[in-house]
């Protein structure tokens, strides 16, 4: 007997039709009420409704607000300032030049020398850049303007669509033309800080990174031999065939992408120089030997950067700023799996809906959604132990730049008193070693806290090479020409006034 035709012989045939039939339609039922259950659950998650259509040049977070009201009432909420210890944000940010001195003899001859002040909210970038007097004093290009603003419709205008090519066309404009860019009809292109379109796919409403200073960088960190366990996707892309450049935006996991967003901004850059193949003043990050701050450093070293000379010794120096992305990627949280976005955008419960706060600011002013989710530890000790790291942090920072400003003080003793410019040359380089740890921890934002062991290692060799080149440069004086103490250029005092810089609203 033939098995498969066993059964007809058994049952009558239109017995088996039906449970075919009521087997397809249990089946049927079952999916669709699993499909309406998680399209619920999706949507308690994300829920909106489509009240306008975004298109891709949608800066105007307004807009999109009325699809997505609560991100856009907790993003409206980065006008807000509150303090903390080493952070947080101020009505009239604190001027860091008045409060550290020595930042000026550091920087001296630079555009830094002349105005640094605490960052504050995301609402308040552009006009904050609007109003620095290193903007006002110096001729800066149009790639300031890349982490400021809602940039993307005006590199799509200058480069006729193309968002690459008007990248490079904006970064070489001088400000004024960058920040006062119009289209045909004459409407402004350069009109909001970081919008929601920067961040986000406007049909999905997925995570994406938009910023070409990015996808550039992150494209040679990949190429690079840096070791990043933090960031599998680019590990994964390192194995395999390379034909393609690494692109975040396919090949990222949605965590790193939470990490990625941020770090379109909060980077090391530089401009580079006239007669660089690419072009003058073309925003790049220097990770094409790796993140780490001795890895960027090689980079500089073996194009021959400087960002300036100094103003007192005339070493060629370079500037750090703002690499958080970089020191968080040395730290014990990022090995820990924790993205940008957990600790500065927590989800919080709205009803039934968890939301990402997107009032992006120091998470110890909301250490309960930010830090408790993961310690349970009470709130007084969490806040104590970041402060134990930032304190710490702290006090190396101010060695270090003790040890600077002798180091810059022998240099300059040495030079006055007619010392060789050959035996000054490898303490000059000293000098650079020294400015660029320190200067790197102390223009990282979060004073340790992303990194503290890395942060202690940086500002422990800041310490040595400082030491090390006033050693050599007082070795090249006579007994009876002790180096005499260099003062920081006496400048007035940069304090903002009550009224200067206003913010957006
Ligand atoms: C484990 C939590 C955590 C992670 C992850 C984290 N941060 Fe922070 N961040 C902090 C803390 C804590 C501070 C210190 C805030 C203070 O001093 O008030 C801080 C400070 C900052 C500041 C300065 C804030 C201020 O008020 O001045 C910036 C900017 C920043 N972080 C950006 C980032 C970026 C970008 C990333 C990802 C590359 C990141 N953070 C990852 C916890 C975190
Ligand atoms: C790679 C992105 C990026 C570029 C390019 C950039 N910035 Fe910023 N800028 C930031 C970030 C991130 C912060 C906040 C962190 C901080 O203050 O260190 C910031 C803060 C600032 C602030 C407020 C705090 C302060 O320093 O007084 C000013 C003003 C500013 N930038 C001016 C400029 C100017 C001028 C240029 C061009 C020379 C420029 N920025 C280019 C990312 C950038
Ligand atoms: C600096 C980047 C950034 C900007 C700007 C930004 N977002 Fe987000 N947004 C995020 C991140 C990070 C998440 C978390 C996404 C995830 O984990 O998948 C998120 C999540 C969301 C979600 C998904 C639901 C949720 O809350 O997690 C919506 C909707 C959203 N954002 C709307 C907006 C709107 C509207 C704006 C403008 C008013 C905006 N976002 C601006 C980074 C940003
Ligand atoms: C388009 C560039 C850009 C992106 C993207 C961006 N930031 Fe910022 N961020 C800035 C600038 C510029 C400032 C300084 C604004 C000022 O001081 O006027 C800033 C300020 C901050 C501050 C200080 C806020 C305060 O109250 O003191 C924090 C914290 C911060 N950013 C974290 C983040 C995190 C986390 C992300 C990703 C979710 C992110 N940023 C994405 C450019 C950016
Ligand atoms: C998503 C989970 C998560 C969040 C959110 C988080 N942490 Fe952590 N944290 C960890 C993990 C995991 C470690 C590493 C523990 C280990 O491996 O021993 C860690 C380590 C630490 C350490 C020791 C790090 C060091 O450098 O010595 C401190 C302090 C800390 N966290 C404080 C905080 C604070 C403050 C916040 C909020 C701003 C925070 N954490 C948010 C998971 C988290």
Not at 103 to 125: I, K, N, Q, T, V
Request: some cysteine.
């Amino acid at each position: 007997m033939n098995p498969l035709r066993g059964s007809q012989t058994g049952r009558p045939r239109a017995f088996w039709i039906g449970v075919v039939l009521v087997t397809a339609l249990v089946t049927i039922a079952v999916v669709a009420l699993l499909i309406s259950i998680t399209e619920r659950r999706w949507e308690a998650r994300h829920p909106f409704v489509r009240l306008v259509e975004i298109e891709e040049l949608t800066v105007d977070p307004a807009v999109w607000g009325q699809n997505w009201p609560h991100q856009y009432d907790s993003y409206l909420r980065t006008v807000d300032y509150e303090r903390t210890r080493y952070g947080g944000s101020d009505a009239v940010p604190k001027q860091k030049l008045d409060s550290d001195p020595w930042l000026r003899l550091m920087w001296a001859g630079y555009a830094f020398s002349l105005d640094y002040r605490e960052a504050r909210g995301h609402a308040y970038m552009l006009s904050d850049q609007d109003h620095t007097e290193r903007v006002l004093q110096r001729s800066q290009p149009g790639a300031c303007l890349h982490c400021h603003a809602s940039i993307l419709p005006a590199y799509n205008y200058a480069g006729q669509g193309d968002i690459m090519a008007g990248f490079r066309l904006v970064n070489q404009m001088t400000w004024n033309e960058a920040r006062n860019l119009a289209d045909d009809a004459g409407k402004p292109l350069v009109t909001h800080p970081v919008s929601c379109v920067d961040c986000h796919e406007p049909q999905t409403m997925s995570l994406r990174v938009t910023r070409p200073g990015f996808l550039n960088g992150v494209q040679v960190l990949a190429a690079s031999d840096d070791p990043v366990p933090h960031l599998p996707s680019i590990e994964r892309w390192r194995q395999g065939d390379r034909r393609e450049p690494y692109d975040p935006n396919r090949l990222a996991s949605r965590h790193e992408m939470r990490s990625f967003a941020c770090a379109q901004c909060h980077v090391e850059y530089y401009f580079t120089p006239e007669g660089d193949p690419r072009g003058r003043n073309q925003l790049v990050y220097p990770w094409h030997h790796g993140l780490k701050n001795e890895r960027q450093e090689s980079y500089y070293d073996a194009i021959g950067y400087t960002d300036w000379r100094h103003e007192i010794t005339g070493g060629g120096m370079l500037k750090a700023q703002h690499p958080e992305f970089e020191l968080w990627s040395q730290g014990i949280h990022a090995r820990a799996g924790v993205s940008c976005a957990d600790c500065h955008m927590p989800y919080e419960r709205i009803g039934a809906m968890k939301v990402s706060n997107h009032h992006v600011r120091s998470p110890l002013l909301n250490v309960a959604q930010a830090c408790q989710v993961c310690h349970n530890v009470p709130e007084g000790e969490l806040v104590a132990r970041a402060h134990a790291i930032q304190d710490r942090t702290r006090g190396l920072v101010d060695r270090a730049s003790a040890a600077l400003v002798d180091q810059i003080s022998a240099i300059k003793t040495a030079q006055d008193a007619g010392v060789d410019a050959a035996v000054l040359e490898p303490i000059l380089r000293l000098q650079r070693r020294a400015q660029w740890r320190l200067d790197w921890v102390y223009s990282e934002n979060s004073h340790g806290f992303h990194a503290s062991q890395e942060s202690a290692r940086l500002l422990g060799e800041a310490i040595d090479y400082a030491r090390q080149g006033e050693a050599q440069a007082r070795q090249a004086l006579r007994p009876d020409q002790p180096p005499r103490r260099v003062e920081p250029p006496a400048m007035p005092s940069a304090t903002p006034t009550a009224e200067a810089p206003p913010g957006p609203r």
